[in-house]
């Protein structure tokens, strides 16, 4: 799959596109989803920039904001099925892969089902507006 991968921090130009292996799920209750949407979200940038993001974990899938359909189930998914869309915050830190790429894996107590009336691309957005209206 392609994916675009940070390998230090810095501007943009850190961020380059690669070749990679999907990722596989690493617990009985991940998703796999083929992504349609990845945001920029602030703290992505603040990751990229600041020299804190987890030298040890580079290189690394930034973005923690998506929505996509899922492409693969774990054995004890109970919520989700094969060709739902779904849209999360997760990802892009420590051992989790981000959206910058065309596909992650995400627990399935982060993902909600996009509502119908929305195509899965405005999904994503959709859940920032919902967050920032949630702050105290």
Known sequence: MKAILMTCSGDPDVLALYDID???LRSPHQLRIKLAAAGVNPL?????AKPVYYPDKLA?????????????????????KIGDTVYFNNGGLSDEPGCYAEFTTVHEEYCAACPPMLA??????????????MKP
Do not use: H, N
């Open 60 to 80: 690394a899938i930034l973005g923690c904001d998506g929505a996509g359909m899922v492409e693969k189930v774990g054995s004890a998914v109970t919520r989700f």
């Open 120 to 133: 899965c691309r405005m999904a994503q957005p959709y859940l920032w507006c919902c967050l920032q209206r």
């Open 22 to 24: 999907k990722p596989e």
């Open 44 to 48: 992505d940038t603040k990751l990229r």
